[in-house]
């Protein structure tokens, strides 16, 4: 269940249980139930929107080129300001550098496994990935689970924050839609992802963890390339006023990248398509090797 849906269900006056139960029984963490957006500066937010469309350009652009290709625009910044816009949206220039992710300074950091993997089919390699969605009045920010050989994307999720319940809650949906368990789970280094709640949903199904390496944005190129497209064909054609109509337009649009986007590198199939036929051959193969001849 999205967050948002499960905020709607919370009864702040309850006469027998409390908000704190109320939260523990649902799964959600209690500072999202009081969470109030604020208005953005139009002029922040008008900011927000031209470092998003330039970044997808040249996401190898930091904080001294943007702020020097804002300036140029004709906007007042500087590169303080720009820091902390960047580090908002959760944006970071594609470039070897120290300190290019932010996990949280106790959570451990997992090796990078996909170096000379051959990925032959789908459930072999799962991908997640998070990024920055504008609105017309504000943003959002989504996360999605993918499958690395089809490119199919398994479950999303959308959250005003970021925190680590909107991503657990698209991990959970993708389990449920997924034919197989992982073999492995790729992720960058953030903190969501470097999590206690996150590592434990996946080492307690036994998915080995896959962390991309510092100054290696590109580990997880599918997921990049979801993001380009998505905001090409999408969200910069569209002026999404609320968290309703965002989630509507994504909705529709992950569900044509899915089920009619034809992908060159798929000799032209859908992701749904590859993901589909090949797990349907894997799942039979499996079950005649166990003895199994009928499947569900």
Known sequence: ??????????????????????????????????????????????????IDEQYTRTPFYGVLRMTAWLQREGHSVNPKRIRRLMRLMGLEAVYPKPRLSNPHPG??????????????????????????????????YLVVVMDWYSRYVLSWSLSPVLEVEF????????????????????????????????????????????????????????????????????????????????????????????EQRLHQSLNYKTPREVYLEHSSRTFQEETVTQGIHSLP
């Open 1 to 50: 269940m999205p967050l948002d849906q499960k905020r709607y269900l919370i009864e702040p006056d309850h006469e027998v249980i409390s908000v704190r139960r109320q939260c523990v029984l649902l799964g959600l963490n209690r500072s999202s139930v009081y969470f109030q957006p604020c208005p953005v500066n139009p002029v922040t937010l008008e900011l927000m929107r031209r």
């Open 107 to 140: 959570h451990r950091i997992y090796p990078y496994l996909l170096r000379g993997v051959s990925v032959t089919g789908p459930d072999q390699i799962w991908c997640s990935d998070i990024t920055y969605i504008r609105l017309r009045k504000g943003f959002l």
């Open 167 to 258: 991503c657990l809650d698209a991990l959970e949906r993708a389990f449920h839609v997924g034919r197989l368990i992982p073999g492995i789970f790729n992720t960058d280094q953030g903190s969501q992802f470097t999590s206690t709640r996150w590592i434990e949903a996946l080492r307690d199904r036994g998915v080995k963890i896959s962390m991309d390496g510092r100054g290696r944005a590109l580990d997880n190129v599918f997921v990049e390339r979801l993001w380009r497209s998505l905001k090409y064909e999408a969200i910069y054609l569209n002026e999404y006023e609320s968290v309703q109509e965002a989630r509507s337009g994504i909705h529709q649009y992950l569900r044509f990248y899915n």
